[in-house]
C-alpha cells in the first residue's frame, strides 16, 4: 500500500553533503531526531592541524575537533528546524545503559508510529525474498 517508515542513520559531517542536502531541499515529509554523545575525556589537545595541507582551514587551526564537531551538530540541527520540520535532539552522556535505553525507545517508537499508521511492523514483505536467500545459502 506504499507506506512505511524509512529510518535513516547518518553520521556527522560525513553525511553532510549527500543527505543533508536531500533533507534540506527535499520534500518536507521528514522527522529528524539528532543523538549527540558528550565523551567524558578532553579532546581539547586534538587540535586540527589539516590547515598545513588545506589552507582554507586555516582559520580553524586552534579549533579542537570536539568544538568543531559540535559546531557542525548545531548548524545541522538548527539549519533543519529552521525549515519547520519536526526536528529533536537528544544529548547522551558516554555510557552504554544510555544509548541501549535510547535504541530500545527507538524500536517501541516505531512500533508504536506503525501501529497507529496501520502498518505491522513486522511484515515487512520487501525484506523476505532477502531472508529466504540468507536461510538457503546457511544451509549449504
Not at 14 to 37: E, I, V
Amino acid at each position: 500500500d506504499g507506506k512505511g517508515i524509512f529510518p535513516i542513520a547518518c553520521t556527522g559531517p560525513r553525511d553532510q553533503h549527500s543527505l543533508l542536502q536531500y533533507f534540506a531541499q527535499g520534500p518536507q515529509a521528514n522527522a529528524h531526531l539528532f543523538t549527540y554523545l558528550e565523551e567524558k575525556t578532553n579532546h581539547e589537545n586534538h587540535k586540527l592541524d589539516l590547515w598545513q595541507k588545506l589552507p582554507t582551514l586555516k582559520n580553524y587551526q586552534n579549533v579542537s575537533l570536539e568544538k568543531l564537531n559540535h559546531a557542525l551538530f548545531n548548524g545541522t540541527f538548527k539549519s533543519l528546524k529552521e525549515r519547520g520540520e519536526p526536528t529533536h535532539q537528544l544529548i547522551l552522556k558516554d555510557s552504554l545503559p544510555e544509548i541501549g535505553s535510547l535504541m530500545f525507545s527507538l524500536m517501541v517508537t516505531t512500533f508504536t508510529v506503525a501501529t497507529n499508521w496501520g502498518i505491522n511492523a513486522f511484515d515487512q514483505p520487501g525484506v523476505e525474498r532477502s531472508k529466504e536467500i540468507a536461510r538457503q545459502e546457511l544451509k549449504s
